[in-house]
């Protein structure tokens, strides 16, 4: 599920939607573990007695746990310039959390490319719409604008 994009090719590639991932299930260890990691335990994420009696009627994913999980997904995505030997992430535009992620749910992601630019010396920006689907639900978790650096070169020193 590779997006290989031709240096040449940058703006042809505007528009492009990926293939969606593979689904990934929201456990409740999952949703513990980044409880853990941040000091996030509202009774929302972690107690699922409580969590039980609220609008959600079970625990939910942290939105931001909903969102680093986007790294995990771009692992299968994998769109990327030509010759990419390395990508880190540059930041985001947008983010909009749109629908709660419940415990056990299933997850997967689509991209679509938004933009592509060389910024010279074999850096390329690329902005990404991520959106986020839960099965079986109509509405998304979430759709996010997600830039990432890409290098190409970097490797043997070469430099455009």
């Known amino acids: 599920m590779s997006t290989a994009i031709p240096r040449d090719e940058l703006q042809q590639y505007i528009g492009h939607t990926t293939e969606p991932t593979d689904w990934l299930t929201i456990d409740q260890s999952r949703i513990n573990a980044f409880a853990d990691c941040t000091g996030d ?3 929302i994420h972690v107690d699922p007695e409580a969590a039980g009696q609220s609008p959600f009627g079970s625990t939910i994913a942290h939105g931001f746990l909903t ?3 986007l790294s995990h997904f771009a692992g299968q995505l994998r769109v990327g310039i030509a010759g990419v030997e390395m990508a880190v992430n540059y930041g985001l535009d947008r983010v909009r959390f749109i629908n709660p992620v419940k415990v ?8 679509r490319v938004l ?3 060389d910024r010279g010396g074999g850096r390329y920006q690329v ?4 959106t986020m689907e839960i099965e079986g639900e ?3 978790a979430l ?3 997600w830039l990432i650096m890409q290098f190409t070169g970097v490797m043997q020193g070469e430099r455009q």
Request: proline content about 4%; overall charge negative.
């Open 41 to 43: 335990h509202q009774f």
């Open 143 to 145: 759709i996010a604008e």
């Open 138 to 140: 109509e509405k998304p």
């Open 115 to 117: 933009d592509v630019v």
């Open 67 to 69: 969102l680093s999980l």
């Open 104 to 111: 056990d749910q299933r997850v997967r992601v689509q991209a």
């Open 127 to 130: 902005k990404l719409e991520m």
